[in-house]
């Protein structure tokens, strides 16, 4: 059953009566009036600020594939134990449960706005053990129940917070896999007008099947999707991804700026989204929360069309999750602007999807997690937010949310875990926006004889305060060079200090550093070719290991 009352909707019907075709156009227009009762409505706001501002150590994003795809039977206990029932115990205190939303208007909960997702069909050209035969959202419909129901239900009975979060443009459904024609929905087929684009006349940023948000219709669905989950279930806010995908307006997508008319489009909705939340609010006796996961430059942003400055000094969210395909900033950058508004802000650690094998191995492991994390907290950021690491039962997240936790277990800092490339593929010259220097072997760099090249490694924590049993780390800057090399070539500095002892391994250079050289924040490392040596140098890759001595 869902929880909330049915005078909450009745409530929510007469206000949609009485404002008519004025809410539909709510987007467009100046901040509508807030909803009476001004008392009520003033201590409704300080217990969302205070909800805001709750202690979450982490936040972790499923996406809602278990309904989908990994359930052998529908019933509760299986659809909780692939990715919910193992959050007891950790340090996650908040789930955001996606129902999926791949395609724009498909759900796996029991939507009457949007396309409920319950087929079965095995598509062609599916691997085997792939396709949709395991998708069990039509089943737990049918028994009364939804997998957004049953989330929340757990998530009651173990006092875990619980967002609903809705990808605002998903656009999965223009893959060329398999599983691309199934996700496009009937509202696609129906009104190819709303699209950005087309399969012959695909836009020059994006993908073609995102939906248009410069149309009013796409505006009032997407409120439509949000208000319905905020009316008809019990959750604790919502969180909108403009994460996924980067596309929702005409020039953004001919790869253009957006227009400021474009972005008083999106505020509107943002706005609209706000209003509606503290009417539903008032009506249930208990806030909820906005939050959005966007990039992390204002400038990259509103070069979209989210203005997010805007909608920080109007007060329209709570929670700001920032970064996501690529980080352009330090994250002190969104920390000082999210708690400059008055936002809690949960820097957001992705997968990484640099191409190279070995660097990708070095950052999708625990102990490059560990030091992202590290990074996080030293940023002064609230708490760490995960996305498309959906299992509960991983190492991290019994570590990540506690730097006390992290001070004493194996780390590996890199300049830069995620990727920076896909800003210009979602936006043209995006890589304007950049705000650090990067080194991956996205980003490499050429050293040339007697010239040093700076480059600049965080680190978040005191590595000579870190001596567990009276013993420090062992503490490794390891460089990797690009082609033929001799080691004694390449001069190397860490804040200022030579590095003269080095253990070449490969096409890497491992140079022990003593922990108590590296600094908490910034760290300077200094490259230098030597005069006598090659013509040139490529570094393309730079990781601080850091070993504690193992437990007897």
Known sequence: MRSCHASARRWNACVLLAVGWAAFRADVLPAAEPPSQPAALEQLRKERHKAAHRKRRIIMNNDGNEAVYQCDEPTRAEFLKHRTTGIVGTQIDTLFYCTWSSGFSHFTHNTKVGKVFDTKANPPGAARGYGFAKNITGDLIRQGTDPLQLVIDFCRQHDVEVF???????????????YGPPLFPPLKKEHPEWLLGSRDKRPKRGRWTAVDYGRPEIRDLAFRFVEEVCR????????LDFFRHLNY??????????SQEECDMMSGLLRRIREMTERVGLARGRPILVAVRVPDSPGYCKAHGLDLLRWLEEGLIDILVPSGYFRLNPWEVSVELGHRHGVAVYPCLSESRISDSEARKIRMSDESYRARAMNVWASGADGVYTF????????????????????TLDKVYTTGARGVRGANSWQAGGLRFLGYAPLSPQRPRVLKPGEPVTVELPVGEDLAASKPGGTLPDVRLAVRIKGDFRPEELAVRLNGKPLAEREPSGRWIRLPVNPADVRKGPNRVEMTLKPDGKDKLVVDDLVLWVRHPKKP
């Open 164 to 178: 609903w979060s809705m990808r605002m443009n998903d656009t999965h459904d223009a893959s060329g896999s398999w």
């Open 232 to 239: 008809d279930y019990d959750v604790d806010g919502v969180e």
């Open 249 to 258: 307006f005409k020039r953004p997508s001919r790869g253009l700026p957006a």
């Open 388 to 407: 498309n690491r959906a299992d509960p039962t991983l190492r991290i997240y019994r570590e990540i949310g506690d730097p006390q936790t992290l001070r």
